[in-house]
């Protein structure tokens, strides 16, 4: 027993830091937004008026359509990327742990670079090649004689956002990509050993053993992508800008966040009603990953190895 208290005490020593520095940069921040929505202005005072501005922002015509407009914009924003990016990033990682593709490290690198570019790149990039204009995207598609096919996407209310949650696709790919092909090694050879004495190969063998035992990867990977899908704003903010044009169709709920807590144009900040959103959003993102932990990850344990 002795000799393990050095080591208890030399955890201590580091935690204890580690520790502090999350409560300050995570947890006090919390719940000073969490005090800063139950108070708002009355004249220059500030007064204690509890859960009035979650009733405004979910009553009041003049708040609640758009909040209920950036939330299900989040949503739509969240299930692209639930059926278009983690599908493809599996699909990806399953061809490049195949032992038989060559050249294999290049195509993940290649792959994988976009993730690390940087929101205001992205967004300028995109926005110069869908450009109907000065863009590429015309010229491609007509050399390939599909140029009827093109589109003003960022431009047309019903097309922006899809337009947008695929770009944010292509960039991130990459990311479910590393994490279910880092799973798809971590099985162990006598599995896949003994599912070729059974005669199951390829995609056979994918589907009936690699898939089932990577299902614990896939849903760390799902909640990651409601977390990050529901705290969006860099890409719609550097492509459409804080208006979240046209009309409002890109608007998320971090966009509607900043325009209220900072203002924006001839609007003036609001930072209770901003910390009302704020905390609305933390309320949505907890609810999600409580279902997650409790409901889901629970019955996906059976599948560890």
């Not at 580690?18 to 800063?36: D, E, K, Q, R, S």
């Not at 009041?60 to 299900?72: E, K």
């Not at 990016?85 to 976009?114: D, E, H, K, V, W």
């Not at 090649?129 to 209310?157: N, R, T």
Request: hydrophobic content about 55%.
């Amino acid at each position: 027993m002795a000799s393990r208290r050095p080591v208890r005490w030399h955890i201590g020593v580091f935690l204890a830091p580690a520790v502090l520095v999350y409560t300050a940069i995570m947890i006090i921040p919390l719940f000073g937004t969490l005090n800063l929505s139950l108070y708002n202005l009355d004249g220059q005072n500030r007064i204690f008026v509890g859960l009035a501005n979650f009733a405004t922002l979910f009553g009041d015509p003049r708040w609640s359509g758009a909040f209920w407009n950036a939330l299900w914009n989040n949503c739509w924003f969240f299930i692209i990327h639930m059926l278009v990016q983690n599908p493809i990033g599996i699909l990806l990682a399953a061809l490049l742990s195949s032992p038989r593709l060559r050249m294999a490290a290049f195509y993940r690198t290649a792959i994988f670079i976009p993730t690390i570019l940087s929101f205001v790149i992205v967004g300028f990039v995109w926005k110069l090649i869908l450009s109907p204009i000065w863009g590429i995207a015309p010229g491609m598609l007509g050399a390939v004689g599909l140029q009827s096919l093109f589109a003003p996407w960022l431009g047309k209310e019903e097309y922006a956002l899809t337009t947008l949650a695929l770009i944010s696709v292509w960039q991130f790919v990459g990311i479910p990509m590393m994490l279910i092909y880092a799973a798809l090694l971590s099985i162990p050879d006598d599995v896949i050993e003994a599912a070729e004495m059974d005669g199951l190969t390829g995609w056979s063998q994918f589907w009936k053993i690699k898939l089932p035992l990577i299902l614990p990867s896939i849903g760390i990977i799902s909640i990651l992508t409601f977390v990050g899908n529901f705290n969006a704003f860099d890409l719609i903010y550097v492509a459409q800008g804080a208006l979240a044009g046209p009309d409002f169709s890109t608007d998320i709920l971090g966009t509607f966040l900043y325009r209220t807590f900072f203002g924006f144009q001839l609007q003036l900040g609001d930072p209770h009603m901003g910390a009302a959103i704020a905390t609305a959003m933390f309320g949505i993102i907890l609810v999600g990953v409580c279902i997650y932990l409790f409901g889901i990850q629970t019955r996906l344990r059976r599948y560890q190895f």
